[in-house]
Structures are given as structure tokens and as C-alpha cells.
């Protein structure tokens, strides 16, 4: 069981928009920084993963405008826009956390299928 | 442009031994943290260890910790995990990833190699 918790899948169609989120759920993550540091990944099927997101809502400049990153409370969320065909893929939440020592955690992914 | 290309991965005996490099180009390799992702066949994205980028602190998932060690060598731009007691559970696709920040995200990551563990 993954300490950040997604939703396995979503689906949506052409030109629509979707949101995944992501949130915090094993006594090992700190809010706070779970909310400051979440990041976002791309994944498409046989491929290395790809940042999107850094920080909860910073994209790199390498990174289509259609994605964009927001937090409420204690839940992040990855927003795409204008779907399109190239979107289908798998995608993934991850936050530094610090417990004892520093470590990373990752969501289980959610596998965006478009329509 | 930033690259960064794994290799040594194979298949290999359970509680064998195998080490993973991870060649980096593009970017000034000593002024960045390095990690290592694994991912198993299916499943999703596990973080593995980090080494700061003096090479002076390493930290560990408790899954591999005192089996794995990460080390650099920034004279030659290269990144290594050395595994050891190698598990069945540790058959994966391992990943070197640059971290963008000391307490942050990965925002490059290389192709991957494949790591069996298998009798």
C-alpha cells in the first residue's frame, strides 16, 4: 500500500479536462511537507517516466501549459487540459518526506485513458 | 542536452550480487543529488536510494537498506548502485534520476535497465 493515495484510473475525452489527486494517507507523511513539495510524473506505456509538475504547481518550461498542479488541505491534484490521444499514459504523485531520515515516496499511479 | 544512460542490469541468482552505473551527460554532474527508481514488472514507481551530490550522505527505502549502496564518481560523471543478497522481489526496471533539488523532485530520468532475480 503506497503512503500517497491515487486513483487508479481515469478516462476522459478528447479536448475535456481531467484532474487526478493524490493525498497523503500513511502516518509517515507530513502534511506539511507533502504539500510543499509534491511533484508529478508522466509515464507513457515502455517509456521512463517524465516530470510535469514540481512543487505542488511549478511546470517546467519544457512542459505543455495544459498541465497545472494545485493543493487543497491536504490533497494535491494534476490537472490536464484539452485532452489529447498522446496524454494516455500512467501517472504519478511523489513527495519528499521526512520521518527519520529523508526518503521519497510515490503514489501508486493512475492510468489515464483517453477516449 | 541532459542524458543519462543505465546499464549492468541482467539476470541474476537469488542472493547473487550486481551493480548498476548510470552515465551522466549534458549538465554539471557534481552540483546535483542523484537517485535510483525502481519499478517491477506492472507495478508502479519505487524510490531506492539518493547520495548528496559531494557524495556525502546516502539514504535508503527500508526495502533495501544494508543490502543496496549508492556511490558516485564525479570525476567520470557516473552514478552506481551496488546490490547485494539480491531478492526475487527486487526483479524491476531500475531508473538513475537527477534530483532538481535537495528535498525535491526528479526532473530527469534515464531509459532504465532491467534487473531479473530469478533461480
Known amino acids: 500500500q503506497s503512503a500517497l493515495t491515487q486513483p487508479a484510473s481515469v478516462s476522459g475525452s478528447p479536448g475535456q479536462s481531467i484532474t487526478i489527486s493524490c493525498t497523503g494517507t500513511s502516518s509517515d507523511v507530513d502534511i506539511y511537507t507533502f504539500v510543499s513539495f509534491v511533484s508529478w510524473y508522466q509515464q507513457p506505456p515502455g517509456k521512463a517516466p517524465k516530470l510535469l509538475i514540481y512543487?505542488?504547481?511549478n511546470r517546467p518550461s519544457r512542459v505543455s501549459n495544459r498541465f497545472s498542479g494545485s493543493k487543497s488541505d491536504d490533497t494535491a491534484s494534476l490537472t490536464i487540459s484539452g485532452l489529447q490521444a498522446e496524454d494516455e499514459a500512467d501517472y504519478y504523485c511523489?513527495?519528499?518526506?521526512?520521518?527519520?531520515?529523508?526518503?521519497?515516496?510515490f503514489g501508486g499511479g493512475t492510468k489515464l485513458t483517453v477516449l | 542536452q541532459v542524458k543519462m544512460v543505465e546499464s549492468g542490469g541482467g539476470v541474476v541468482q537469488p542472493e547473487r550480487s550486481l551493480r548498476l552505473s548510470c552515465a551522466a551527460s549534458?549538465?554539471?554532474?557534481?552540483?546535483?543529488?542523484m537517485h535510483w527508481v525502481r519499478q517491477a514488472p506492472g507495478k508502479g514507481l519505487e524510490w531506492v536510494a539518493v547520495i548528496w551530490y559531494d557524495g556525502s550522505h546516502q539514504y535508503y527505502a527500508d526495502s533495501v537498506k544494508g543490502r543496496f549502496t549508492i556511490s558516485r564518481d564525479n570525476s567520470m560523471d557516473t552514478l552506481y548502485l551496488q546490490m547485494n543478497s539480491l531478492r526475487v522481489e527486487d526483479s524491476a526496471v531500475y531508473y538513475c534520476a537527477r534530483g532538481r533539488a535537495p528535498r525535491g523532485d526528479f526532473d530527469y530520468w534515464g531509459q532504465g535497465t532491467l534487473v531479473t532475480v530469478s533461480s
Open positions: 512543487e505542488v504547481s
Open positions: 511523489s513527495s519528499y518526506i521526512t520521518n527519520s531520515t529523508p526518503h521519497w515516496v
Open positions: 549534458g549538465f554539471t554532474f557534481r552540483n546535483y543529488g
